[in-house]
């Protein structure tokens, strides 16, 4: 079973720095991993897939690149509304297994 | 614009059973590999549970053979029937379109309907 861990739990930084978030699988998997973006009460948006790959819509200062079992998501400039929970998703091959990691919160510092 | 939202969310005792519908609007869920996704207070995503355009379904092992999943193409609905109900099983219930049959990634989402599991 693929473990992925989110690091940090929580994130404090301010409107303008740069955001660096992390996910980590537990062993050699696809690059197949897709990162949410959740605030309180809404519902998940996809951010990136296929680990660097912007969904429509997402602003170019969302960007996501991967390293072996290490996948990182960049906010290079935060703005107000970027302050949420992240989420990082990865599926198996076959049966269907998703798994999802344990969120990053990013708050205002 | 592509759209779900859900329903039938509520109080229910364990052992309990308890219907939830996902509305489509924007697309065709016979077209689609539709999910449930939930997420317990203070807890992470967890899948559930996908039903294919074929009509094949899978279950995550926790809910298998206590939850089904259908749809009603003539509705564009989904369905998760939830049956046996435990205290853990409490949660906001997402449902959500994935893409390719691996499921890769889900888009777009439902804001969710909230169970509770209580005596």
């Known amino acids: 079973e693929i473990v992925l861990t989110q690091s940090p739990p929580t994130l404090s930084l301010s409107p303008g720095d740069r955001a660096t978030l992390s996910c980590r699988a537990s062993?050699?998997?696809?690059?197949?991993l897709a990162w949410y973006q959740q605030k309180p009460g809404q519902a998940p948006r996809l951010l990136i897939y296929?680990?660097?790959n912007r969904a429509t819509g997402i602003p170019a200062r969302f960007s996501g690149s991967v390293s072996g079992t290490d996948f990182t998501l960049t906010i290079s400039s935060l703005e107000p509304e970027d302050f949420a929970v992240y989420h990082c998703?990865?599926?198996?091959?076959?049966?269907?297994?998703?798994?999802f990691g344990q969120g990053t919160r990013l708050e205002i510092k | 614009e592509v759209q779900l939202v859900e329903s039938g969310g509520g109080l229910i005792q364990p052992g309990g059973s308890l219907t939830l519908s996902c509305a489509a609007s924007?697309?065709?869920?016979?077209?689609?590999?539709m999910n449930w996704v939930r997420q317990a207070p203070g807890k992470g995503l967890e899948w559930v549970s996908v039903?294919?355009?074929?009509?094949?379904?899978y279950y995550s092992d926790s809910v298998k053979g206590r939850f089904t999943i259908s749809r009603d193409n003539s509705k564009n609905t989904v369905y998760l029937q939830m049956n046996n109900v435990r205290v853990e099983d409490a949660a906001v219930y997402h449902c959500?379109?994935?893409?390719?049959?691996?499921?890769?990634?889900?888009?777009?989402w439902g804001q969710g309907t909230l169970v509770t599991v209580s005596s």
């Open positions: 959500a379109r994935a893409y390719s049959t691996y499921l890769d990634w889900f888009d777009p």
């Open positions: 924007g697309f065709s869920v016979s077209n689609n590999y």
């Open positions: 039903i294919y355009t074929g009509g094949s379904t």
């Open positions: 062993q050699s998997v696809s690059s197949h």
């Open positions: 296929d680990a660097s």
């Open positions: 998703q990865l599926r198996s091959n076959w049966p269907p297994v998703i798994t």
